[in-house]
């Protein structure tokens, strides 16, 4: 269950809500998905006769959000225990009671949208026995939620997708607006050296293909010193650098964590380096961060130390120490439960430390250590937290409750939810990608042209990739701030959990 989902349905039950999270997180899911929700029903849904206090419809309204950029980004999963009885279950009826929310709504688009209406049905029929049988479906319903939960998150993934695609297409978006996206065949890349490759890889920004990024890796250490060099060239890294160079410095990383080996893994510690010593100066740490235990998992042999020392180097800024925490967490739960415990072990150690950084102690605390509840260390975390002004909301990371539900639930990794950063190159996400940007950007154009409304140019993202920006008093270089990264603001806090919230 996502930190921020978890804090909602603490915070509603804490205020006396009755709430069943798998129905809520449906409906949430549900609200997020309908193109143009109503919100009042929503606070009515949820409140009944009790009207809902600001502060939780402003966290609701954040977890819609945070649930639409999922879907978005292909990073959405259906929040339900599997095991538990009838929890997916009660997560469909929590979707459907959405679209029962917005019943016209939703005929009118899925009577537009014959293959989202089909998806729908299917889902509808996992709870609906008379529908299961109508449709004469054998393998469907509750025996196919047992042994493949995952196929509710992937309904839901393909109905927004739908939906979403649709309300480019009303806007009058064409293909010819979207920069080009590229294929090529197994034998073009074959036929191609490593020196070809790195061309495509530096000359393609966001719309690297897939099977480019494989071939660099299938091409081993050969093509590690093209990716170091560029991650080396302090051209590449400046505000003024060309930005398909930019790009590559991502490509580069993302291709090194594929490529096992020595060599790969001390050019990928020198991106490391680069991207988080230093994160306010470049927005790369917004697309790397939390999938560096991914990008070091197959060559940890070589990783793991390093990782270790910058993480106990009080020279250092909170930001690549507590990254360099989760890698070493990350190979230590790989290796077995004993070599776990003992890195939990030299965590508390760390949070422990008077002599560390008081900023670097919440924030280990309260992004990993709490990822590991273990009793032996609840008087510390208990500790850590006292130390906190609750006054400064700045410099809050964690809490009692928050201590609470982590004992409650047990061990939850946050790398868990950033297995896979190459879903980046997936034809999928890069098309989606390009859609929402094109859309942002026209958004942009309608706000200069049309003065009366109340955004100026400065509050409006710019993407590095899509250069029409009408306004030439303002440029954005580099992409937007993600929600998991650290705070620009210099908080501590995730932005999510920080200026994130408040913009909304």
Same mark, same amino acid.
């Given at each position: 269950?996502?930190?921020?989902?978890?804090?909602?349905?603490?915070?509603? =039950?804490?205020?006396?809500?009755?709430?069943?999270?798998?129905?809520?997180?449906? &409906? &949430?899911?549900?609200?997020?998905?309908?193109?143009?929700?109503?919100?009042?029903?929503?606070?009515?849904?949820?409140?009944?006769?009790?009207?809902?206090?600001?502060?939780?419809?402003?966290?609701?309204?954040?977890?819609?959000?945070?649930?639409?950029?999922?879907?978005?980004?292909?990073?959405?999963?259906?929040?339900?225990?599997?095991?538990?009885?009838?929890?997916?279950?009660? /997560?469909?009826?929590?979707?459907?009671?959405?679209?029962?929310?917005?019943?016209? #709504?939703?005929?009118?688009?899925?009577?537009?949208?014959?293959? $989202?209406?089909?998806?729908?049905?299917?889902?509808?029929?996992?709870?609906?026995?008379?529908?299961?049988?109508?449709?004469?479906?054998?393998?469907?319903?509750?025996?196919?939620?047992?042994?493949?939960?995952?196929?509710?998150?992937?309904?839901?993934?393909?109905?927004?997708?739908? *939906?979403?695609?649709?309300?480019?297409?009303?806007?009058?978006?064409?293909?010819?607006?979207?920069?080009?996206?590229?294929?090529?065949?197994?034998?073009?890349?074959?036929?191609?050296?490593?020196?070809?490759?790195?061309? &495509?890889?530096?000359?393609?920004?966001?719309?690297?293909?897939?099977?480019?990024? =494989?071939?660099?890796?299938?091409?081993?250490?050969?093509?590690?010193?093209?990716?170091?060099?560029?991650?080396?060239?302090?051209?590449?890294?400046?505000?003024?650098?060309?930005?398909?160079?930019?790009?590559?410095?991502?490509?580069?990383? *993302?291709?090194?964590?594929?490529?096992?080996?020595?060599?790969?893994?001390?050019?990928?510690?020198?991106? *490391?380096?680069?991207?988080?010593?230093?994160?306010?100066?470049?927005?790369?740490?917004?697309?790397?961060?939390?999938? /560096?235990?991914?990008?070091?998992?197959?060559?940890?042999?070589?990783?793991?130390?390093?990782?270790?020392?910058?993480?106990?180097?009080?020279?250092?800024?909170?930001?690549?120490?507590?990254?360099?925490?989760?890698?070493?967490? $990350?190979?230590?739960?790989?290796?077995? $439960?004993?070599?776990?415990?003992?890195?939990?072990?030299?965590?508390?150690?760390?949070?422990?430390?008077?002599?560390?950084?008081?900023?670097?102690?919440?924030?280990?605390?309260?992004?990993?250590?709490?990822?590991?509840?273990?009793?032996?260390?609840?008087?510390?975390?208990?500790?850590?937290?006292?130390?906190?002004?609750?006054?400064?909301?700045?410099?809050?990371?964690?809490?009692?409750?928050?201590?609470?539900?982590?004992?409650?639930?047990?061990?939850?990794?946050? /790398?868990?939810? *950033?297995?896979?950063?190459?879903?980046?190159?997936?034809?999928?996400?890069?098309?989606?990608? #390009?859609?929402?940007?094109?859309?942002?950007?026209?958004?942009?154009?309608?706000?200069?042209?049309?003065?009366?409304?109340?955004?100026?140019?400065?509050?409006?993202?710019?993407?590095?990739?899509?250069?029409?920006?009408?306004?030439?008093?303002?440029?954005?270089?580099?992409?937007?701030?993600?929600?998991?990264?650290?705070?620009?603001?210099?908080?501590?806090?995730?932005?999510?959990?920080?200026?994130?919230?408040?913009?909304?």
């Amino acid at each position: 269950m996502s930190d921020d989902f978890q804090e909602l349905v603490a915070e509603l =039950h804490s205020d006396g809500y009755s709430i069943d999270p798998p129905y809520l997180h449906g &409906l &949430l899911t549900g609200f997020a998905t309908t193109p143009d929700p109503d919100l009042d029903r929503l606070w009515q849904e949820l409140g009944g006769k009790q009207p809902l206090a600001d502060s939780i419809q402003e966290e609701i309204l954040n977890n819609i959000d945070f649930l639409s950029e999922d879907l978005s980004l292909f990073e959405f999963e259906a929040q339900f225990q599997a095991t538990q009885q009838d929890e997916p279950e009660r /997560w469909i009826k929590g979707y459907f009671r959405a679209v029962e929310l917005h019943e016209a #709504q939703w005929e009118e688009y899925t009577k537009d949208l014959p293959e $989202a209406g089909m998806v729908l049905t299917i889902l509808n029929s996992m709870i609906n026995e008379e529908l299961r049988n109508e449709l004469g479906l054998e393998q469907s319903g509750p025996q196919e939620l047992r042994s493949s939960p995952e196929i509710i998150t992937e309904l839901a993934q393909a109905i927004y997708l739908q *939906f979403i695609t649709t309300t480019m297409e009303e806007n009058d978006l064409t293909e010819e607006e979207l920069p080009p996206i590229h294929s090529f065949t197994e034998e073009e890349l074959t036929a191609s050296d490593e020196t070809a490759l790195f061309s &495509l890889v530096a000359n393609h920004e966001d719309r690297l293909p897939l099977e480019v990024v =494989h071939e660099c890796a299938n091409r081993g250490e050969k093509m590690v010193p093209l990716l170091q060099k560029h991650l080396q060239n302090e051209a590449n890294w400046s505000n003024d650098a060309d930005i398909g160079d930019w790009w590559g410095l991502l490509h580069a990383t *993302f291709i090194l964590g594929l490529i096992p080996g020595e060599a790969s893994a001390t050019a990928l510690l020198e991106g *490391f380096r680069r991207i988080t010593y230093d994160s306010s100066s470049s927005e790369l740490p917004d697309w790397t961060s939390g999938y /560096w235990p991914a990008l070091c998992r197959n060559k940890s042999d070589y990783t793991s130390e390093p990782m270790r020392q910058i993480a106990e180097d009080k020279g250092l800024d909170w930001y690549p120490r507590s990254h360099a925490v989760e890698c070493v967490l $990350a190979e230590a739960a790989a290796s077995g $439960a004993e070599q776990l415990e003992s890195a939990v072990d030299w965590l508390a150690t760390l949070c422990a430390d008077e002599t560390e950084e008081l900023e670097f102690r919440h924030i280990a605390a309260g992004d990993h250590l709490l990822d590991f509840p273990r009793a032996r260390h609840r008087p510390l975390m208990e500790q850590l937290d006292k130390l906190q002004d609750p006054d400064d909301w700045f410099h809050n990371t964690f809490n009692n409750k928050d201590i609470d539900r982590a004992f409650s639930r047990g061990d939850q990794p946050g /790398w868990d939810n *950033f297995e896979n950063p190459w879903q980046f190159y997936d034809p999928e996400a890069i098309i989606k990608r #390009q859609l929402r940007w094109v859309r942002e950007d026209r958004e942009r154009e309608e706000i200069e042209y049309h003065p009366q409304y109340d955004r100026a140019p400065e509050e409006i993202e710019y993407h590095p990739q899509y250069d029409r920006a009408p306004v030439e008093t303002y440029t954005r270089n580099q992409p937007k701030t993600g929600r998991n990264d650290p705070c620009p603001c210099g908080s501590g806090k995730k932005y999510k959990k920080c200026c994130l919230s408040k913009l909304h």
